[in-house]
């Protein structure tokens, strides 16, 4: 059974730090998409993430994509309260149309 | 402006109730699914739509069923509401069946099974 592990679970930091949170996984994936979720929404996509070792940059967010497809990484730089909102990391399963879902890390940025 | 809409916000129901949540995108998409979403669990797919009146299981569609009549719209049915279907439904509609492409996704209904 494939699964998607995402760490740390609940993180609470202060506007202005860095930090990284993780998606890890011992099957190896054709591609991962990381999401947001704010409360009272549902999720966003921000990014996708195709080949070994990529790394993709929206704005203050720095993604990666394992070497061996099996992990990636979301580093946020200078961290806004307007970054609060639960991370989710997504990929295909062996029927492409199912993604199955980690079950996020939970990010909150104090002012 | 892409849109998944869903019907309800929050929803209260008893135990036994038909329940119908209702999802509707604007983006002519083929491929529409339910999630449900709950703590420590993330999202779990109920049923996926392929097309209109075509529809194959998800992973957990026991105590659900689905109806696509029109592409655009696609509907969650819980026959009978238990308990234990008390949980955030997530409506989500793509492009492509297979591949890379983006799920959007609706504003989710709560719902609560009393």
């Known amino acids: 059974t494939q699964l998607l592990e995402q760490s740390p679970q609940f993180l609470s930091i202060q506007e202005g730090e860095n930090l990284t949170v993780y998606c890890n996984s011992s099957?190896?994936?054709?591609?991962l998409q990381w999401y947001r979720q704010e409360p009272g929404e549902g999720p966003v996509l921000l990014v996708t993430?195709?080949?070994?070792?990529e790394v993709k940059k929206l704005k203050r967010l720095t993604f990666q994509f394992g070497d061996a497809r099996k992990d990636s990484s979301l580093h946020i730089t200078a961290a806004q309260p307007g970054d609060t909102g639960l991370y989710l990391c997504?990929?295909?399963?062996?029927?492409?149309?199912?993604?199955?879902f980690g079950t996020g890390t939970r990010l909150k940025v104090l002012a | 402006d892409v849109k998944v809409t869903q019907s309800s916000r929050y929803l209260v129901k008893r135990t036994g109730e038909k329940v119908f949540l209702e999802c509707v995108q604007d983006?002519?998409?083929?491929?529409m699914f339910w999630y449900r979403q709950d703590p420590g669990l993330g999202l779990r797919l109920i049923y996926f739509s392929y097309d209109v009146k075509m529809k194959e299981k998800g992973d957990i569609p026991e105590g659900y069923s689905v109806s696509r009549e029109k592409k655009e719209r696609f509907s969650l049915i819980l026959e009978s509401a238990s308990t234990n279907q008390t949980s955030m439904y997530l409506c989500?509609?793509?492009?492509?069946?297979?591949?890379?492409?983006?799920?959007?996704f609706g504003p989710g209904t709560r719902l609560t099974v009393t």
């Open positions: 993430v195709v080949t070994g070792g």
């Open positions: 989500a509609s793509r492009a492509d069946r297979a591949g890379n492409d983006e799920q959007y």
């Open positions: 983006m002519d998409h083929e491929n």
């Open positions: 997504a990929g295909p399963l062996a029927e492409a149309y199912k993604y199955i």
């Open positions: 099957s190896v994936f054709s591609s």
